[in-house]
């Protein structure tokens, strides 16, 4: 094993201070080779040292413009910064010198999400569930995105698949229970997707005040 996977190994093991002592030694080893900057960066990111950790990322895009790998951690660091135009310019960047994952994609739609941009957001978000169709997070925000850009009926579809695999999945419920009362669905229907995700989560704030409101509808009409 290389010293680079010897590395995120020690970092994924909670082994932070071995990490960077063998990042660093990758790096003095290798100092035209952008991947170790990329992974010292990263560790330093982990640890809360953000001006530190852009330098190093700077330097390897210095070494290698097109490092997607560089792009896409660069990404991160301004994600995580709520800088969200410049991580998705980041972003861009790592998508268009070849990193196509689903990680990646469900960034960028995050940083259109996060920017009310939902409408850009949705060929990301479709195109993380392609990469992953297991992966329920950026099932349950296409789904999202779709209903707030008015497309209730493929919303509907998605939300029903995140509660068919995570049937636990409080937030789904609700939302599943908003697009369905958007596109007239019965009062009774909406109730019951509404009471399981408050019997998920009791005290689940939206779904409580949107169950008060349509019982109140129902009773005011009858």
């Not at 330093?44 to 997607?68: C, M, P, V």
């Not at 980041?90 to 268009?96: T, V, Y």
């Not at 993380?128 to 995105?145: C, H, K, M, P, T």
């Amino acid at each position: 094993m290389d010293k680079n996977k010897q590395a995120i190994e020690l970092l994924q093991n909670g082994k932070i201070e071995k990490a960077v002592q063998m990042f660093t030694e990758v790096i003095e080893e290798n100092p035209k080779d952008p991947v170790g900057y990329v992974n010292f960066a990263n560790v330093l990111i982990s640890i809360g040292e953000k001006a530190r950790a852009e330098s190093f990322l700077k330097r390897a895009i210095e070494l290698d413009d097109q490092a997607a790998a560089a792009y896409y951690s660069y990404g991160n660091y301004y994600f995580n910064q709520e800088r969200y135009d410049q991580a998705a310019g980041m972003f861009e960047k790592a998508l268009a010198n070849g990193l196509d994952t689903n990680d990646l994609h469900y960034m960028l739609g995050m940083c259109f999400i996060s920017l009310g941009k939902f409408a850009l957001s949705l060929p990301y978000l479709q195109r993380s569930v392609e990469l992953n169709e297991e992966d329920i997070e950026a099932r349950f925000q296409y789904g999202l995105a779709l209903a707030q850009s008015e497309s209730y009926k493929e919303a509907i579809e998605q939300l029903q698949k995140v509660i068919e695999t995570d049937p636990q999945h409080a937030d789904a419920y609700y939302n599943l229970a908003i697009a369905n009362a958007v596109t007239g669905t019965e009062p009774h229907d909406i109730l019951s997707l509404l009471d399981q995700a408050i019997a998920i989560q009791p005290d689940h704030i939206l779904a409580l005040n949107a169950r008060k409101a349509v019982v109140e509808l129902v009773e005011s009409k009858n």
